[in-house]
Every structure is written in structure tokens, then in C-alpha cells.
């Protein structure tokens, strides 16, 4: 009864994307490349690289710390196509191949499966979010659409970030960084085992100046915690819960229209999922999430009192069944609903409170034929408050033409529903002696369309230490934003208004390639570059320049002997300009160092000492003109007990 408790206990685990199976290949390190690394979010259902119908980047523990990264979106500048930019120091924004402004509304971003976008803008205040990178057992990006699974916002792809079990490095943490820009960083965290229930609590308190030539200081403090409890041998419950409180320099200085303030942030996200393990291939799940973001933001402005304060809320619920039709034939679906909630008067001119109402229903179906062919085939069902019935759908065949060679084909359609302050804007009514031009949608949006082909392959070589990934894609976009008419309204007031809608068109092609290797357990070598070239005729907005043409990123990380340890990490991405900017961005350049030395304390104490410089080799700029990263050394010091 013991083991047969176990074996069910590591198979959920699995499933859940949580936990390894004790098995001679453990999946909690990717870069252990005996066998391709096992993924869960391109279908939901868990797949080898080789085998997943998509493209897709694992960030693991080991890269994490190579990086020497402590903000989670840093991380990204990792994934071939990826760009990471800083309208402010505590507004950074992760997009993929552009098509983007400072909200990367086309991402569609989880943790532990559960999705945590701003039900408001679309894209997601990264610097609020209530989860520590300490708290990060890995990040599957896939790269590119991915709406059959994960609904209209997986537009251009999708983010996943699995966090650890409470199973895993149990023991107390402590860190603390400091370094360029009056940084400082504290850190705390203990992982621990009470009977059949796990649990981790993590806190930390962050504070740095942000950019250069930008008023953007900030304060934050964050709690996370997770628990898993076994219920029995076939049944698990996890609970996640954060909060974050801080905040944020805004506005300009020496400005009577926007002057110089600071906003107050507080952020609660919280997870319930239920899991039943019924056999290897049978499972079924149910879960819960809520989350809610409030800033409060008010100022006086030439006299007059205003207010850039605004909340959003989401409350979802979603379950799904994993299950085998037959010896080779695997099925996942599922449905749910959520309930969005925002208040944004500053945006769309009113104080009441907004909402929408989404259903949605999926499937996924992994058919294998022939030994050496695989179909995958998916669909995502949504209807919500403002549009129709959409439908996502895609069709994928893999071919294992070796056991270390695969080639993919793909065809996807994918939406991306607009954000609920697009629906309603109407920006110049609160503040109309800020604003000289009133913009508001005089009709319901439509869903922005991608029509995806994809070709790819994934190769091992060198006794399978090494894994490459290449990808070559055709996109259509439809139904853009659209300038629709400029008018004079006589009420409230005569003045110019803009009206947008959608309408306009786009196409990319793009090429990919990523590769991973590590020769033996202390070296590993990453390595991603993307070429991407976005046409338009005409149009509202400047979608051509919105991704650079091309973007590189290599890591490379050694363990010497004496327990040294030492990564240097260089980043590029050529020209580009974010959507509605007024200045685009010169080509960028980032070349990181990190040098660790680890000393034994005693038997279960270990402490590390860490040297990171960040270095923009010149670049100038992010987002916009003058917001610049500037050139940083940090000091860290971390003490574990295990």
C-alpha cells in the first residue's frame, strides 16, 4: 500500500508539471540530455521536445541562477525572438516578435497553469506579481500561437512558469543583493514537510532607482507561499497564495500638468487545484484562481484634483481530464469561466465599474500512426461579453525520422480578444486639459486574427548532449487596430476626436533557431537567434518596425573546481520601435558576468558569495528615448540551510 501510494504520488506530480518522476532522467534539469526534456504546456498533455507539436524554450534552475537574473522577466531575454524593454523601471514588458507596445497584450502568461494577464491592458505588471524567481522550478515558453489550448490571448505565444514543489529543496534560504542604482534586495524563504502536507513561504523586499533620466524609484514588498497536501493515494490539493505591496514613482518633474508622485500598488493572487489520478493516463482536475490588482494614484493637476487609480480583478475557474482512447491515441479536455472586473475612470471616463464574462471550452487529441508519425489536433471554443463564438484551432504532424531526429508541420488559427480598456476608452473625458485629443472606439472591437504555418526540426547529436531546435514561419494578421475617422464633437466640449476600430493587415515570416548544450553535468552552452521581417500597406499603427530583424542571446556557465562557478550571458537585438511610441530604439546590446564561489559551513549550511555585472556595451535606450538601463555591478550573499 506504501508504494502503491508513492508511485500515484510521483505520477501526479508529473502530470501537474511539479515534480519528476524518480526515475534515472529527472526532468527538474532539461539540460540532462540522456533524453529530450519533457514538457507540458504545448498541448497539455506531456510530451518529449522531439514530440511537442510547437516550438518551445525550457528555462531551468540551472540557467536561472547562470543568468544571475532576480527579476523573473529578465529571464525571457533568453527565448530566440523574445524582447524585454523598461518604459519604466517598474513597468518592464515581455513580447515576442513584436506586434506590441509597452503591454505585450498578445502573451498569454501562467504559473502552474492558471493565467495571471491584466484583465484590463492584456499584458501584466510584472514588477506586482506576488512570486519570487527563487520560487522558480522552471519557465516553458512556447513560441509561437497557442490559442487551442490556452484561449484567444495565446496570440503571438505563451509564457508558463512552473513553480517547485514543496517537495524539493527543502531546507531555509536567506539572500541579499545590493549594487548600481541604489539596488537592494532581501530574500527569505523555508520549505518544510508536516505530516502529508507540504509548504513553502518565500518574502522579499526590493528597492532601486530604476532607469537613468527617468523618475521611477520604487519599493516593493512580496510574500509567496505554496502548499500541497495529499489527500490520499490517488488524490492532491495545492494552494498558491501572494500578495504585494509597494510603490512606484510617477509622473515629471518640475510639471504642473503630471507632477511628480508616487503610486501605491498592492497585489493578491491566489490558486486552488484539485487533482485525481485515476491511472497513468487518466486524471482529472479542478481549479480555482483568484486575482486582484489595485493602484492608487492621485495627484493635483494645474489646480485640479485627479486620479490615475485603478483596479482589476479576475476570478476563474477551470477543469480538465487527461485521459487514453486507445493504446495510442491520448485526449485532454476541459471548459471553464471567468468573471473580469476593472475600474479604470482615468481611461475610460467613468467610475463604474466594468466587467466581462468569458465560457470556454477545449481539446486536444495526440494520435500516434505508423511508429513514426504523431497527429495533433486542437480546438479552444470562447465566447465572452463583447464578441461571438470564436474558434481556435490547429493541426500538427511530427515525423520521427530517428530516435534523434523530428521534423514538425503546423497550421494554427488564433484571436486575440481586446483588452477591456480597448472596448471602452475613452481617454481626453477625465482629463481634458492633459489630453487636446479625445480617442474612443465608437463600436464593439473585433478579435485580432493570426493565421500560423510552421514548419521545424528538432535534432540531438553528439551522444544526445546537444539539442537544437530550428523553425521557419509564415503569419497573417487581420482585423489590427484601424484608424476609422477623425470628427469634431461638440460634447462635452468641441474638439477633435480620434475613432479607431480594426481592420488593417500585416504578415511576418520568420526564422528560428535555439540550441542547448552541455557536454558533461558543469558546463552547459545556450544559444538562440531569430530573423523576423513584418510587412504592411498603409495602416495605423507602425507594425514593420515593432520587432527588431534580428535578436541573438548566448549563455554559456562552468563549475570549476574549488566549488567557482562562473557564466557570461550577451544579448542583441537589432533596431525596432514598440507601438504607440513617439521614438524608435537603436540596436541594443547587454553583455552580463556572474562569479560565484560557494563555501561549506558545516554538513547542511552552505554560503555563496556572488559577483554580477551587467554591462549595455553603449546601448541608449528602452522603449523610449532617454529611458536607459544604465551599466550595474551587484554584491550578493546567500546562505542556505538544507
Known sequence: MINKRI??????LLINGNHALATEHNIDDPFLLTEAPVVLSATRLKQSLSEAPAAMTVIDKKMIKASGAKEIVELFRLVPGMQIGYKRGHLPSASYHGMSDD???????????????????????????????????????IRGPSASSYGPNSFLGVINIVTSHTSQDQGSK?????????????????????KDLGYRFSYAHNENEGLESVLDDQEIDMLSSRFDYQLSSKDTLQYNFGYSEGKHQVGAENSIIEPDRF??????????????????????????????????????????????????????????????????????????????????????????????????VFANIEQRFLEDFSLNLGALLEKNSYTSVDISPKIALNYSWSDQQSFRIMASKASRMPAMVEQHLDIQKAFPTLIAVRGKANQTLKPVEVITFEVGHHGQFFNKTLLTDIKIAHQRFNRLPKLLSVYIDPNPTPGPVVDYGTGDVASSVNYEMQLDYKPNEKALVHFGYS????QQKGGF????????????????????????QASLAYYYHSEMQYLRTFNGMEQSQRLDFVLRKQIKLAERQTLELSFIHQNTLGSKDEVEGNNRLADRSFFEISYQYD
Open 103 to 141: 503591454f505585450a497584450k498578445g502573451m498569454q502568461v501562467l504559473v502552474d497553469g492558471h493565467s495571471i494577464y491584466s484583465p484590463s491592458f492584456g499584458g501584466l505588471f510584472w514588477v506586482d506579481y506576488p512570486l519570487l524567481i527563487e520560487d522558480i522550478e522552471r519557465i516553458e515558453v
Open 531 to 534: 530573423w523576423m521581417n513584418i
Open 174 to 194: 536567506a539572500n541579499f543583493r545590493l549594487g548600481g542604482g541604489d539596488y537592494y534586495r532581501g530574500s527569505v524563504q523555508h520549505t518544510g514537510q508536516w
Open 263 to 360: 503610486e501605491r500598488s498592492t497585489q493578491m493572487s491566489q490558486t486552488m487545484k484539485w487533482m485525481h489520478q485515476l491511472d497513468l493516463e487518466d486524471q482529472f482536475s479542478l481549479q480555482l484562481t483568484h486575482n486582484r490588482h489595485e493602484m492608487k494614484d492621485k495627484f493635483t493637476s494645474e489646480g485640479q484634483a485627479a486620479s490615475n487609480s485603478q483596479l482589476a480583478e479576475r476570478l476563474d475557474f477551470e477543469f480538465q481530464h487527461n485521459f487514453s482512447l486507445l493504446d495510442n491515441t491520448r485526449m485532454v479536455w476541459g471548459g471553464g469561466s471567468r468573471l473580469d472586473r476593472m475600474r479604470l475612470p482615468a481611461w475610460i471616463g467613468t467610475d463604474d465599474d466594468k466587467t466581462n464574462v468569458l465560457y470556454r
Open 7 to 12: 508511485n500515484y504520488l510521483a505520477i501526479v
Open 541 to 564: 499603427l507602425n507594425y514593420r518596425e515593432s520587432a527588431p530583424h534580428n535578436t541573438l542571446n548566448v549563455l554559456t556557465a562552468y563549475e570549476f573546481p574549488q566549488q567557482w
